[in-house]
């Protein structure tokens, strides 16, 4: 599986034709085909390209939400 740095998950943000990535407990998401994540925005709340741990724990959801898209890689978080 691919190891992405911030960096590199900052790049899949979901602008101008960029797929839409978040990273969430270690793991990337593709969210790119979900229609809640338009322009790599989620509700205003969430932006795509970032690791989003800490805020979607304070989502009104869980994480099960996320086993519906692929993971694609793990985030390198030694990175910085």
Do not use: C
């Not at 229609?35 to 979607?56: K, V, Y």
Request: glycine share 8%.
């Amino acid at each position: 599986m691919k190891l992405f740095s911030k960096e590199e998950l900052a790049t899949y943000n979901g602008k101008n034709g960029a797929p839409a990535y978040l990273a969430y407990k270690g793991k990337v998401y593709d969210v790119s085909d979900s229609f809640l994540w338009r322009n790599g925005n989620h509700q205003g709340f969430h932006m795509a390209g970032e690791d989003l741990t800490t805020s979607l724990d304070r989502a009104p959801h869980n994480e099960d939400l996320l086993e519906r898209v692929p993971v694609v890689g793990i985030l390198d978080d030694t990175s910085e």
